[in-house]
C-alpha cells in the first residue's frame, strides 16, 4: 500500500519512499504515522478559549488524565498515549490550522473527540480526513449529517444526533404529556432545524414556538421568550439550544414565577454549567432532560464511580458531565486502539471499529451502532429528571431506554444492557 | 510597466518553485497567506490611501465567500466564475457602504464597521439559504489530474490562491500608482483643499470603498476556498481585528509590506505556540500568549512606526510642514 | 396593554445599562476625540476585581465601589501611560487619522489576554445584589424584577452625580471648557492634560459601574462585555458622540426600542434593528438627534 506522506518530494524519491513503504510494512516493527513502539500521539482540536469555551474545554484534560492513569498502568500494548490538544476557539478557519498542525507537523496517528459542526465539516474538507485516512474518532457533535459511511468512511461519530433525541422527545410527550399546551424555544440552526423537523414528523403540534438565533441569547432576550410563552399559556416547554440560552431562560421564569414543565435538550442542560452561570439550582428541580450517561453524581454506577477517582488523581476538576464524557472518550479510545491490534495503522484502526465498536464499553446506556455500514454511535436516550441539586435521576424511578436512528426509523424501547467496566476501568479486550 | 510584469512573472515563478520544495503545511500556510495578502491589500487602499478607518473587513469578505459559495453550489458554475461573484457582490455592497461611509469622520466609520463585524453572525444565522450555523460547503473541487498524482489539495489551493493574489496586487500596485492614488492621498492630506481643487472628495471615498471591498471579497472567496466552507463563525470579529493588526504591522500605507503583514499573521500562532511550550504548559498561558502577542505588536507598532516602514517618508514630509 | 408597559420597563433597565457605557464613550470623545474600544475591556477589568472583592465579601456593593476605583485608575493609567506616548509619537502621516483607534483595539486585546490569563476563560457570576424574582400585579408576575429597579436606580445615581459635578463644580467646568474648546482653557490656566486623564478616570468608574450591572443579571466572561460596547457606541451615535444628555437619550430610546423588537418581532432581529438605527441616524441625522450646528470633525 502506498503510504501518504506529508512531505512533498520528487517523483523519483516518493517512489522510493512507496516502495520502502511497502517493504517495512510486512516487517513486524510499526512504521504507521504516530505509532512507535512505545508511543501512540492522538490530537483533539477544541474551543479553549472563547465565548463558546466554558464546559468544552475541560474535555481535554479529562481525556489526557484517563490516558495518563492508562499509560501508568502499562499503556496499550505497552505503547503511552500522548494526547495533544490544540485550541480552535471554535472558529472552523483555526480548527483547520491546528488540524493541519496536528496531521502534518506534530504526525497524530488519529483524532479523538474534535468538537464543532462547522468546524468538523470544514477540517473534514480541507485537511482531507477521508483522502489522507486518518480516523476521526468519537466526533464531539450531534449533527445528524456526519451519520453518513459514504461521506465520512474514516470518521466515526459518539452522541446520539439531535434528531434522534428530538424524535425521542416526541415520543415521551406523546406517550405521558398529552392534552397539554405545549412550548418550544430553540435555536434556528442545526440544533433546532433538525428538532423541528423531528417533531413534525412524530405530529406533536406546538401552540407557542419561538425560534432564537445563536449569539442572541441573553437575559433581555429571555424575558421576551418567558412572557410569550406565559401569554400562551404552555404547561410544558421544549428547549432545543446551548447553555448559555437556557441559563438565562430558567433564570427569568423563576423570576417571573412561570413554571411549566420544562424539556431541556441535552446540549443545554449541564447543572453544573448552569450553576456556574447563576441559575438558582431549585429551578431545575423537576426539568426533565434526555439524557444518555447516568448522572455524573451517581456513584452507584461503575463507570462513574471509576472516572470520579481517576478524575481525583490526575485531572481535580470538578466532576460534571463534560468530565464524564472526556473520561469516556479517553475509555473508548483505548479499546479502539486495542481492537486494531500490536501492529497499529490507520486502516486497522478504522476496521476495528467497524467490526468491534459495538460491543466497546461507554458508560451511556444506549447501543453503539458502529458496524461496516454505519459510523453512528450511540442510538438512543433515556428521560431523566432533574432534582433541586441540579442532579438527574431516570424518570419513573428507572432507566426507561428510547433507541432510533436520525432519519424516519421508529423510536422503540429497549431492555439494551450496556457492558461491565472493565476492572479498575483499564480494558483488556483484543 | 513593464518593468513590472517582469517584476511579478519572476515572483510567481518564485511562488511555485517554493511551493515545490517545502511540505505541506507550509505549502497551505502559503495559502493563507497569499489570502490574507489580499485582504490587507484592500486595507492599505483603504485606509492608507483614502484614510478610512474600517474595522468591517471580516464583514467585506464573507460577502464575497457567501456569493462565491452561493453561485458554486447553486450554479455548479466553474470556480473562476465564482470568485468573480465574490468580486462583484462585495463591491456592490461596499459602494452601498461606502456612500454612507463617505458623510462620515474617521470614529463613525470605524464604530459602523465594528458593529457590521459584531453583528454578521446574526445576520447571516438568519437566512435559510445562507445554511446557518454550520454554514455552506465551498469545494473548487480536486486538483486536475494531468498535473498529477502527487499534486496534493493543498498545493492546488496554493497555486489558484497564489495566482489570484499575484493578479489582485498587479492591478491594486497599478491603481494606486495612478491618479487615483494620488488622488485619494491628496483627500485624504486635506478634504478642503482637494474640494477646492475641484474633486469630489465624497465620491472619491465611496470609489475607495467599493474597490477595497472587491479585494476584501475577492480574499473572503480564497479564504472559503482554503478552509473549503463559508460559515458565520470563520468570518469573526477576530478575524477583523487580526486583518487591522496586519495592517499596521506591515505599514498601513505600503502595498509591498502587506506580504509581511501576512507573514506575520500565519507566524503569530505557531511562534505563540512554541513560546508558551519554552515557558511551560500551563494552560491558561497557551490559550491566551497568542492574543497576547497580536496585542502588545500592534500597540508597540502603532506607537513607534505607526507608518510602518515608510516612516522616513514621514518624517521628510513632516520637515517640510516645519517649514 | 399590560405588555407594552413591561416592554417599558424592561427597556429602561436595559437602556441604563447603555447608558452608562455610551456615557463612557462620549465622555473620554470629548476629551481626547477617541472612540475607545478599549472601554469594553476596561469595563471588563473593572468588573472582575468587582466580582473578586464582592464573591470574597459577600457585597455587591463593595464590590461595585471596587469596580468604580478599578475603573476609574485604569482609565486615567491608560489615559497617562498610554495615549500620551501614543500622542506624541503618532501625530503625523496616513496613520495619524487611524492610529488611535486602532491602539484601543491593541488595549482592548490587551486587556482581554490579561484577565484570560489571570482568572482564565470560565463563565463567573456574581451574587444578584437584589432579588431577580418578578413583582407580582394583580394575579400576573412580571419580568421585572426589584434588580432591575436597582439597576435605574443606581444608574439615575450616577446621572445625577455626574451632573451635578459638571454643572456645578469648578472641575466640571474644567472639564466641559477643554472638551469644547481646549487652546483657550488652556490660556485661561487650565491644565488640560491633567483635566482630560480626569475625563479618561471618569469614563472608566462609570464603565465599571456598567459591565458590575449587566453581570449582575447574567455572567461574565473575558468576551461578555463585547455587545454592550456595541450598543453603547450606538446609543452616543443617536446622540451625536458630542453630548452627555444625547447619549443617555440615545442609550434609552435604543434600550426601549431594542426590547419592543425582542417583545414584538421576534429575538433573531435585535441585533440587526440595531445596525438598521445606527445606520439610519448616520444617513439622516449624523450629527445626532441632539445637534445644533455642526458637529466637529476628528
Request: no cysteine; net charge positive.
Amino acid at each position: 500500500m502506498i503510504r501518504k506522506t506529508a512531505r512533498k518530494r520528487t517523483w523519483f524519491v516518493a517512489a522510493l519512499l512507496a516502495s520502502a513503504g511497502l517493504f517495512a510494512s510486512t516487517l513486524p516493527a510499526n512504521a504507521e504515522t504516530g505509532v512507535s513502539s512505545s508511543e501512540i500521539k492522538l490530537g483533539i482540536t477544541l474551543p479553549l478559549t472563547g465565548a463558546a469555551s466554558p464546559g468544552y474545554n475541560k474535555i481535554g484534560n479529562a481525556m489526557n488524565a484517563y490516558f495518563k492513569y492508562v499509560n501508568e498502568n502499562g499503556g496499550v500494548y505497552g505503547r503511552k498515549i500522548t494526547l495533544i490538544q490544540k485550541n480552535d476557539e471554535y472558529s472552523p478557519q483555526l480548527s483547520i490550522a491546528k488540524t493541519n498542525e496536528l496531521i502534518l507537523k506534530d504526525k497524530v496517528f488519529a483524532l479523538v473527540g474534535p468538537l464543532g459542526t462547522a468546524n468538523f465539516t470544514a477540517v473534514h474538507k480541507s485537511v482531507g480526513i477521508a483522502k489522507r485516512k486518518v480516523p476521526s474518532l468519537f466526533l464531539n457533535t450531534g449533527f445528524s449529517g456526519f451519520a453518513s459511511k459514504k461521506n465520512y468512511p474514516t470518521s466515526f461519530t459518539i452522541l446520539p444526533s439531535y434528531a434522534m433525541e428530538a424524535k425521542i422527545v416526541a415520543q415521551f410527550i406523546k406517550e405521558n404529556l398529552t392534552g397539554k399546551k405545549l412550548g418550544l424555544v430553540y435555536q434556528n440552526d442545526e440544533f433546532g432545524i433538525d428538532a423541528l423537523g423531528a417533531f413534525k414528523d412524530a405530529g406533536v403540534k406546538f401552540d407557542v414556538s419561538i425560534p432564537y438565533t445563536s449569539g442572541t441569547q441573553s437575559a433581555a432576550t429571555a424575558q421576551t421568550w418567558v412572557s410569550q410563552l406565559a401569554a400562551g399559556g404552555a404547561q410544558v416547554v421544549v428547549f432545543f439550544g446551548v447553555t448559555s440560552a437556557t441559563a438565562p431562560l430558567l433564570a427569568v421564569s423563576a423570576a417571573a414565577k412561570y413554571a411549566p414543565q420544562w424539556i431541556l435538550g441535552s446540549v443545554g442542560s449541564d447543572p453544573l454549567t448552569l450553576r456556574a452561570l447563576g441559575v438558582p439550582v431549585a429551578v431545575l428541580n423537576g426539568a426533565l432532560t434526555p439524557a444518555g450517561n447516568p448522572s455524573p453524581n451517581d456513584t452507584s454506577d461503575e463507570y462513574v464511580k471509576q472516572f470520579q477517582e481517576i478524575n481525583a488523581k490526575y485531572n481535580n476538576a470538578d466532576f460534571d458531565d463534560y468530565v464524564l464524557q472526556g473520561m469516556n472518550i479517553g475509555l473508548m479510545t483505548v479499546q479502539a486502539l486495542r481492537a486494531a491490534g500490536r501492529n497499529l495503522t490507520r486502516a486497522g484502526l478504522i476496521r476495528a471499529m467497524e467490526s468491534k465498536g459495538s460491543s466497546f464499553a461507554s458508560v451511556a446506556y444506549s447501543p453503539l451502532g458502529y458496524s461496516k455500514t454505519s459510523n453512528v454511535g450511540h442510538t438512543g436516550y433515556y428521560m431523566a429528571v432533574m432534582d433541586a441539586k441540579g442532579d438527574r435521576k431516570p424518570y419513573g424511578g428507572s432507566v426507561v431506554l428510547y433507541t432510533t436512528d436520525s432519519a424516519k426509523g421508529p423510536v422503540v424501547k429497549s431492555n439494551f444492557k450496556r457492558p461491565a467496566m472493565p476492572a479498575k476501568g483499564l480494558p483488556t479486550n483484543s | 510597466m513593464r518593468k513590472k510584469i517582469l517584476l511579478f512573472i519572476v515572483l510567481g515563478w518564485v511562488l511555485l518553485i517554493v511551493g515545490d520544495r517545502v511540505d505541506e503545511l507550509r505549502v497551505y500556510q502559503g495559502a493563507q497567506i497569499a489570502m490574507y495578502t489580499i485582504a490587507l491589500a484592500s486595507i492599505v487602499l483603504l485606509t492608507g490611501y483614502s484614510g478610512q478607518v474600517s474595522l468591517g473587513n471580516g464583514a467585506m469578505m464573507a460577502v464575497g465567500g457567501y456569493a462565491a459559495a452561493l453561485t458554486l453550489t447553486n450554479l455548479q458554475t466553474p470556480i473562476w466564475f465564482a470568485f468573480l461573484m465574490a468580486v462583484i457582490a462585495a463591491s456592490l455592497f461596499g459602494a452601498l457602504l461606502g456612500a454612507a461611509a463617505a458623510r462620515l469622520s474617521g470614529p463613525y466609520l470605524a464604530g459602523t464597521t465594528l458593529a457590521l463585524a459584531v453583528g454578521l453572525p446574526a445576520i447571516a444565522n438568519q437566512f435559510t439559504f445562507l445554511g446557518g450555523e454550520p454554514g455552506i460547503l465551498f469545494d473548487v473541487g480536486f486538483p486536475p489530474e494531468r498535473l498529477g498524482e502527487d499534486f496534493t489539495q493543498y498545493k492546488w489551493f496554493f497555486w489558484i490562491a497564489s495566482s489570484i493574489a499575484l493578479v489582485a496586487l498587479f492591478i491594486t500596485s497599478n491603481i494606486l500608482s495612478s491618479r487615483f492614488g494620488r488622488t485619494w492621498q491628496a483627500v485624504r492630506g486635506n478634504a478642503l483643499a482637494a474640494e477646492l481643487a475641484g474633486v469630489n472628495s465624497s465620491r472619491w471615498k465611496i470609489l475607495a470603498f467599493t474597490i477595497s471591498s472587491a479585494l476584501a471579497g475577492l480574499a473572503g472567496a480564497v479564504f472559503a476556498m482554503n478552509i473549503s466552507l463559508v460559515a458565520p463563525g470563520a468570518y469573526s470579529l477576530a478575524l477583523s481585528f487580526a486583518l487591522v493588526t496586519g495592517a499596521v504591522l506591515a505599514g498601513i500605507s505600503s502595498l509591498p509590506g502587506v506580504a509581511f503583514g501576512a507573514l506575520i499573521l500565519v507566524a503569530i500562532p505557531e511562534v505563540a505556540d512554541a513560546l508558551a511550550g519554552r515557558l511551560g504548559d500551563a494552560d491558561k498561558l497557551n490559550n491566551y500568549l497568542p492574543g497576547l502577542i497580536v496585542s502588545v505588536l500592534l500597540i508597540l507598532s502603532v506607537i513607534y512606526t505607526p507608518n510602518g516602514p515608510g516612516e522616513n517618508l514621514r518624517k521628510l514630509r513632516h520637515k517640510r510642514k516645519a517649514h | 396593554m399590560q405588555k407594552v408597559f413591561e416592554t417599558i420597563l424592561i427597556g429602561l433597565s436595559t437602556g441604563s445599562i447603555y447608558a452608562l457605557m455610551s456615557l463612557a464613550l462620549v465622555l473620554v470623545w470629548r476629551s481626547t476625540r477617541v472612540v475607545n474600544f478599549a472601554q469594553a475591556g476596561q469595563a471588563m477589568f473593572s468588573t472582575y476585581i468587582g466580582f473578586e472583592i464582592s464573591s470574597r465579601s459577600e457585597v455587591f456593593w463593595l464590590g461595585l465601589l471596587f469596580a468604580i476605583v478599578a475603573g476609574a485608575l485604569l482609565g486615567a493609567g491608560v489615559d497617562y501611560f498610554f495615549m500620551r506616548v501614543l500622542f506624541k509619537h503618532a501625530n503625523s502621516g496616513p496613520a495619524a487619522v487611524v492610529a488611535p483607534v486602532i491602539a484601543t483595539l491593541g488595549l482592548l486585546g490587551l486587556i482581554r489576554s490579561f484577565v484570560g490569563l489571570t482568572w482564565g476563560g470560565e463563565f463567573k457570576s456574581i451574587e444578584t445584589p437584589a432579588s431577580t424574582n418578578g413583582f407580582t400585579i394583580g394575579d400576573s408576575t412580571i419580568p421585572f424584577s426589584p434588580l432591575n429597579v436597582l439597576i435605574i436606580v443606581t444608574t439615575a445615581l450616577i446621572l445625577i452625580a455626574l451632573a451635578i459635578l459638571f454643572q456645578r463644580t469648578n472641575l466640571g467646568l474644567a472639564l466641559r471648557a477643554s472638551a469644547y474648546a481646549p487652546e483657550i482653557a488652556q490660556l485661561a490656566g487650565i491644565r488640560t492634560a491633567r483635566t482630560r486623564t480626569i475625563g479618561w478616570a471618569i469614563a472608566g468608574g462609570v464603565g465599571g459601574v456598567a459591565g458590575m450591572l449587566v453581570t449582575a443579571n447574567n455572567f461574565l466572561s473575558p468576551y461578555s462585555l463585547d455587545l454592550l460596547l456595541v450598543f453603547g457606541f450606538i446609543a452616543a451615535v443617536i446622540g451625536g458622540l458630542e453630548s452627555m444628555v444625547g447619549a443617555v437619550i440615545g442609550a434609552f430610546v435604543l434600550g426601549i426600542g431594542l426590547t419592543f423588537i425582542l417583545n414584538y418581532v421576534g429575538t433573531s432581529l435585535v441585533f440587526i434593528g440595531g445596525f438598521t438605527v445606527l445606520i439610519l441616524v448616520l444617513i439622516i441625522k449624523p450629527d445626532g438627534i441632539m445637534s445644533r450646528g455642526k458637529a466637529r470633525r476628528a
